[in-house]
């Protein structure tokens, strides 16, 4: 189950809202959730068990609605729906006496990611951003690690997109005399 930032970011919103006692944001997000998990159970289920997919999506939709309050408002919510869908399928399954195999192209499924070394890295990368003037480092912020285009942070700034090219070149250029680091991208 592939997630994007803006996926995680606009779901997440959705329960911190729905936490906060908004009803048609709730429903959104179950909404979204069901169609996001239908697709997960059916990979993984045998085409005997695929009927099974939408008992499984309203099993782990209820799991949600019931422990909505133990989720941790500082996590991504999507790895907490992934621990409860797992192990609804795990449960699934055991009930079923069927052994589950994972494809080797599902396999990042089985690694979680290590967040402490995300967010160190996050740190250190803030760190040197930090040594830099607030322009060019505010536009390598948004350009190199949020994804805007240079079109879309020249927009955001008021400036030309080619004061932005020349101003993250620049930026870049400073950091790699700096750090003795490559320019170049």
């Keep these: 189950m592939s997630v994007t930032s803006d996926m995680e970011a606009r779901l997440r919103a959705l329960m911190l809202k ?6 048609v944001a709730y429903r959104t997000l179950l909404e979204e959730l069901r169609r996001y998990l239908r697709p997960y159970f059916l990979r993984r289920l045998t085409p005997g068990l695929a009927a099974n997919s939408d008992d499984l999506v309203q099993d782990t939709l209820m799991a949600i609605h019931t422990r909505r309050l133990t989720y941790d408002r500082t996590q991504p919510l999507t790895a907490w729906v992934h621990a409860i869908a ?3 399928l795990i449960d699934h399954f055991r009930r079923s006496k069927v052994r589950a195999t994972v494809p080797l192209e599902d396999d990042a499924a089985l ?4 967040e402490a070394g995300d967010a160190s890295a996050r740190m250190d990368v803030e760190a040197v951003l930090a040594t830099l003037p607030a322009r ?19 927009a955001r700034t008021g400036m030309s997109e080619s004061a932005v090219k020349v101003s993250i070149h620049r930026g870049l250029r400073s950091l790699a005399d700096r750090f003795g680091g490559r320019s170049d991208e």
């Design 18 to 23: 729905a936490l906060d006692g908004d009803g």
């Design 86 to 88: 797992r192990y609804k």
């Design 111 to 114: 690694f979680a990611r290590d």
């Design 136 to 154: 060019p480092a505010e536009l390598i912020r948004q350009t190199r690690l949020e994804g805007a285009s240079i079109a879309e942070a020249a």
